[in-house]
């Protein structure tokens, strides 16, 4: 994951079983990762008691935390601040109504509306917590090139920027609201040179929209991609990771 700054080591914890997810989640913490990441097991929020023993003896304030929200964005934030001062939170709870669109080929036809509500909320609320996501995995794993993989996620953040605009919001508000996750394959070149044109890339789309310096700073979050990876034998995918 990169902010405004270092990178951060954020291994999503692929478990929706509160009680595993935990002891998981404490031993990744205590051999040095620095960030939560949740995916899209966002079924860890939908009850009291889940949340409460999947976080258990763990300050939220500490780590910047990421999940894959989709549609239940609002209710993910709405636990996470009756639990913490959302003022002290970080990372991204990211709303992306297109990825959803893409994955169960249907959303809501308020999406827009929610976006809206989630960036007034975090704005007043939780400066530090990004509540718009660009995911860009979907289409990678499908078999996207690095260029078309760009171009979906530039098309992406520009209808946000777009919609949010419309409805009265300011572009510095918005863009600085925004994180893109991107799959990584195992063309190690062309992957670097990926996270590097994307950065130029948006930052010539923000300034066009009229954004400032900071606002044109991108929010990346990394991960490897599933394409090239195999379920019988993980000790090859290890080699494609690291290769």
């Known amino acids: 994951v990169d902010g405004y700054g270092a990178w951060l080591i954020a291994q999503e914890i692929n478990s929706s079983n509160p009680k595993t997810f935990n002891q998981a989640l404490k031993q990744a913490l205590e051999r040095g990762q620095t960030a939560i990441n949740i995916g899209q097991h966002s079924l860890l929020f939908y009850e009291q008691s889940h949340f409460d023993r999947a976080f258990a003896g763990i300050d939220l ?49 308020t999406i827009y509306e929610r976006m809206v509500d989630l960036l007034g909320w975090s704005s007043d609320h939780a400066p530090a917590l990004d509540t718009i996501a660009v995911h860009t995995g979907i289409y990678h794993d499908a078999g996207a090139t690095t260029i078309q993989e760009l171009a979906i996620a530039m098309a992406t953040g520009v209808h946000y920027l777009s919609e949010m605009l419309d409805l009265g919001l300011d572009i510095d508000l918005v863009a600085q609201k925004m994180r893109f996750f991107l799959n990584i394959g195992e063309n190690f070149f062309m992957e670097i040179a990926k996270l590097r044109a994307i950065k130029m890339m948006w930052a010539q789309i923000v300034q066009e929209f009229g954004g400032n310096d900071v606002s044109q700073k991108i929010k990346i979050h990394v991960q490897t991609g599933d394409r090239n990876k195999t379920r019988y034998d993980p000790y090859v995918n290890m080699l494609r990771v690291t290769g």
């Open 61 to 109: 304030s500490q780590y910047p935390i990421f999940v894959g929200a989709d549609h239940d964005a609002i209710e993910v934030v709405s636990l996470l601040s009756a639990h913490h001062d959302p003022a002290n939170l970080s990372g991204c709870i990211g709303y992306d109504p297109l990825h959803e669109l893409a994955r169960k080929g249907k959303v809501s036809s």
